[in-house]
T-cell receptor
Framework: KAGVTQTPRYLIKTRGQQVTLSCSPISGHRSVSWYQQTPGQGLQFLFEYFSETQRNKGNFPGRFSGRQFSNSRSEMNVSTLELGDSALYLC??????????????FGSGTQLSVL | SQQGEEDPQALSIQEGENATMNCSYKTSINNLQWYRQNSGRGLVHLILIRSNEREKHSGRLRVTLDTSKKSSSLLITASRAADTASYFCATDGGSQGNLIFGKGTKLSVKP
């Protein structure tokens, strides 16, 4: 069974640009969660999608958005990039909603650098 | 905001020694999980312990949970260089109904 796939692995953008990151969950998993990881803040929850619906959202500005498709693949978008958006973006999938008694399966992440 | 706080932030030991990491959290939980992350990679699930469990084992891993003290510990016995990684606890006490991760303990095992 293939694991969680995130693309691209690395990305370099400049301030003001926008970026789209992609996540393909494990086959059969319906929940996809996104996290931002930085050395200073650790892992910060962005949002979770379940069956194409955003289930919950963390404390991030509206520049951060996402969606989930009918095949459970998910994308997240960051518009008007800022230097502080430089981070490792991780997605994780699970069969049911993330906060239930289920473990999360993580992708390898997308390392975003904003110059 | 962080729910879990790991202690210590960094730990350096020799191969063969045991490593103990602690996690404290603030709100009531249904379960607590431990994950490992190798440098710059995704997290890998290690073990899940439910609020009605006190101890759980998986191979060289032993996790304890004390809900009265709102704390958990992860013990890795007979550590190996391959155990070098960051270890995170995660709880389901997020206000948005999400899993919340601590900032992690960075473990270095020297051969």
């Amino acid at each position: 069974k293939a694991g969680v796939t995130q693309t691209p692995r690395y990305l370099i953008k400049t301030r003001g640009q926008q970026v789209t990151l992609s996540c393909s969950p494990i086959s059969g998993h319906r929940s996809v969660s996104w996290y931002q990881q930085t050395p200073g803040q650790g892992l910060q929850f962005l949002f979770e999608y379940f069956s194409e619906t955003q289930r919950n959202k963390g404390n991030f500005p509206g520049r951060f958005s996402g969606r989930q498709f009918s095949n459970s693949r998910s994308e997240m978008n960051v518009s008007t990039l800022e230097l502080g958006d430089s981070a490792l973006y991780l997605c994780a999938s699970s069969y049911s909603i993330a906060a239930t008694n289920e473990k999360l399966f993580f992708g390898s992440g997308t390392q975003l650098s904003v110059l | 905001s962080q729910q879990g706080e790991e202690d210590p932030q960094a730990l350096s030991i020799q191969e063969g020694e045991n490593a103990t990491m602690n996690c404290s959290y603030k709100t009531s939980i249904n379960n607590l999980q431990w994950y490992r992350q190798n440098s710059g990679r995704g997290l890998v699930h290690l073990i899940l312990i439910r609020s009605n469990e006190r101890e759980k084992h998986s191979g060289r891993l032993r996790v304890t949970l004390d809900t009265s003290k709102k704390s958990s510990s992860l013990l890795i016995t007979a550590s190996r260089a391959a155990d070098t990684a960051s270890y995170f606890c995660a709880t389901d006490g997020g206000s948005q109904g999400n899993l919340i991760f601590g900032k992690g303990t960075k473990l270095s095992v020297k051969p």
